[in-house]
């Protein structure tokens, strides 16, 4: 007579007003024996309606093991602490109950899985429904529900959860590791609240407040790393007297053919700040006598007027790819750093951080002219004189530290 064959009953899981994540849950906690949760955020207000059902299983034996994530400090405390007391009554009766959080990992733990072993079988739900009371009931949520005498992925899970702790991905909770976690958590909450307070008064701000920037100001002061205020504003000075040499040699020197002035042009980028110019070297290097004639116009026009001498460049670099307004900018700003301000995609973002928000998104040729270019002009120079800053130079700096993280300046046209 053959086996029967495994079955697996497959179907989707969602928050319901009547049948839900937490409906599914407590019934298959009722006569549970294991449990395997594991979660990137744990609250009370998900905690609390599974407690009682864990307490009455712990004191039935329960072999349970927790995993749970500390990122974003989301986990409350008192959850941590609630499962560690169902320990010692677990112990007491032949089970055992483990806890696992993520203590400072580098790597974000993200998953939310129940498997629970019971009277009636497994039950696998692995989806998107953490131990709160959105996750379990509250908001839209989604999940496969896997049953039945082939849904048996223990063996899986514990070799997963092995592997995190060899990876030190987490660790084993103790009563120390909780303390430590919960007093950074009072500080990430505290320090939230501020800030959220910050950031609404700065979307009500009038546009040209520079209350955000003044804000990021401090913090970039404060900082006395490389990236903070006085090494970048030196760097950037020492920068601006090489990038100004280095554009003096492209123009006294006659017309360059493509590899020698690929080294060049190369050279001159090494100065500036702006990201993403390194991809377009080789094609701007395809036109290196129109680039070095725009430069040589710049140099014989006597007037300031930053609309003049923007259209001036554009007229130049119409037929050059990938010279484009970040390009031309940073040009003007080796001229006169402090009247003509870099306009690309991280001054854009940093003019919206004082709610001045009338230019595109990426600078490109196509949509900034020399009238739009000096608009921007006016409003960096504006917010200079608000933040008592030298030129626009340190202005820029200050843009890049409010986006130096996101890495998505691009200069193509």
Known sequence: MGVAPAKVVASLLEN????????EIDRRLAHATHVICIVAFAKYTGWGFIKNALRERAAKGLKATFVIGLNFYQSEPVVLRG???????ANANGGEIKLYISEQSGATLHPKVYWIKGRSGQTLIVGSANM??????????LSALLTGSAAKQEAWLRRWIDARIKAHDIVEATEELIKAYERRRDIHQAAMKIAERKASRAMEAKPGDPVTLAALLVEMRADKGSEG??????RRRENLLKARGQLEVLTRKPDLKRRGFLDAYEELIGYWHSSGMARGKTTVAKKPAQFQAALRALVAEQSDDPALL??????HFAKIPRAGTNVLTEILHVRDPARFPVMNQNSVKGMGLANITDYPRLPKKATVDGARYARFAAHAEALRNSLDLVDLSELDALFNYAYSRTGDEDDDE
């Open 16 to 23: 319901g007003s009547e049948e839900g994540h937490l409906e």
């Open 83 to 89: 499962i560690r007391r169902l320990q010692s009554t």
């Open 132 to 141: 709160t009371w959105g996750g379990l009931s509250g908001n839209h949520e």
């Open 229 to 234: 205020f006085d090494a970048s504003t030196k």
């Open 310 to 315: 923007f259209d001036l460049l554009k007229a």
